[in-house]
Nanobody, 124 residues
Framework: QVQLVESGGGLVRDGDSLRLSCVSS????????VGWFRQAPGKEREFVAT????????DYLDSVQGRFTISRDRVKNIVYLQMNTLKPEDTAVYYC?????????????????WGQGTQVTVSS
């Protein structure tokens, strides 16, 4: 069983930065791809970023490309999402998820384990 816990969310201003962390307890997720997703009020959950098992492949939502960076520390069993130049439209609950696969993917149904989410609020 993999249990994921996100942290690092908060209330920031337009243009600020945050770094989200996703820690796996129980079974390690070091051999699995990990993704970050977000859900804004009244909207469906959407893909934000994903990283392959060894960090060699990453993929991003177009609107965060160049502002967000996903990375992982396989020894510490942590995945990060560095978010720079935040915008009000980035406001959402951010979830990390561990994939059934080792390959980075945007497909939400491939992700088996999900965290409870961390709130990110960007004020204008």
């Amino acid at each position: 069983q993999v249990q994921l816990v996100e942290s690092g969310g908060g209330l920031v201003r337009d243009g600020d930065s945050l770094r989200l962390s996703c820690v796996s307890s129980g079974r390690t997720f070091s051999n699995n791809a990990v993704g970050w997703f977000r859900q804004a009020p009244g909207k469906e959950r959407e893909f934000v970023a994903t990283i392959s098992w060894n960090g060699g492949t990453t993929d991003y939502l177009d609107s965060v490309q160049g502002r967000f960076t996903i990375s992982r520390d396989r020894v510490k069993n942590i995945v990060y999402l560095q978010m720079n130049t935040l915008k009000p439209e980035d406001t959402a609950v951010y979830y990390c998820a561990s994939s059934r696969s080792s390959a980075a993917t945007r497909a939400m149904d491939v992700y088996r384990y999900w965290g409870q989410g961390t709130q990110v609020t960007v004020s204008s």
